[in-house]
């Protein structure tokens, strides 16, 4: 299986718009982060974790060909909003996408996308087909995804396992049940906003205590603002089973 994180930025993206810091302005690829979102492909199938306002550039800049299925972690714009792009892989396939999401996202999507399941759906509209999901297992033909939910502020939302693979963001809060879900992975990818305090996101310092209760060989942290840091300098501050992620980062398991 190899996965390849589209996008390690936060709501705003890196550079943020207006922004002069030494971060937005770095020229190293590395500090630039669109919005978060990764691609997991295992045989045949390709499978998008979240469709942020970047999942365009995304995919042009991965040259991804086909999608198998997109998989909702919640509804917040940076998550969901670039549903219409869609459109090109529903030409191209000739057919509907398949899209997983919790029952309350998908009364969102209904509401931010009514004229996607309108009776009579204008030519050329994004063709969806909702999947109900929730903190059970589920498959996409034979690939075994678990939920793990954690609490975003006061939204209960879903990171996702899928093999030896566990994609976390916009996480706060774990039940130690959920957080048991994780134990055994080679791979965590986990939000880690920045160094201070914030109300619905983990920040540095509390993502490094959180990987210390759970048994995972490495991890890489996303979702991360310019108030983060340099990637380079901050990378030098981790210990050795964590580093940063960066926009571009491949990985096979």
């Known amino acids: 299986m ?5 996008g390690t930025g936060t709501s705003q993206g890196v550079p943020v718009v207006g922004c002069d810091c030494e971060v937005c302005q770095s020229p190293n690829p590395k500090d630039q982060r669109l919005r978060p979102a990764a691609l997991i492909e295992n045989r045949d199938q390709r499978i998008i974790i979240d469709i942020g306002p970047d999942f365009r550039q ?9 999608i198998s299925a997109i ?14 792009d869609v459109r090109p892989y529903n030409f191209k396939q000739g057919g509907t996408m398949p899209l997983y999401a919790r029952a309350s996202v998908a009364r969102d999507i209904h509401d931010r996308f009514g004229y996607v399941f309108a009776k009579n759906p204008y030519p050329g509209a994004p063709r969806i087909t909702l ?40 996480a706060k809060y774990f ?14 990818i986990l939000s880690a906003l920045h160094h201070r305090e914030h109300h619905a996101h983990l920040n ?28 380079d300098q901050v990378n030098l501050t981790l210990p050795s ?3 940063l992620a960066y926009d571009g980062l491949e990985l096979i398991l």
């Open 2 to 6: 190899k996965v390849t994180i589209l």
């Open 58 to 66: 995304q995919m042009l800049r991965a040259d991804i060909p086909s």
């Open 71 to 84: 998989v909702l972690t919640h509804e917040h714009n940076d998550h969901m909003i670039g549903l219409d």
């Open 131 to 170: 999947h109900h999901i929730s903190n059970e297992p589920f498959f996409i033909d034979d690939l075994k995804i678990i939920p793990i939910e954690s609490i975003h502020g006061r939204l209960p939302i879903f990171g996702y396992r899928i093999g030896d693979f566990t994609y976390m963001t916009d």
């Open 175 to 188: 039940e130690r049940s959920e957080l048991e879900k994780i134990n055994g992975s080679k791979v965590l």
């Open 204 to 231: 540095l310092s509390e993502a490094l205590e959180l990987i210390k209760e759970i048994d995972v060989e490495q991890v890489y942290l996303t979702h991360c603002s310019h108030l983060m840091g340099l990637h």
């Open 241 to 243: 089973n964590v580093k």
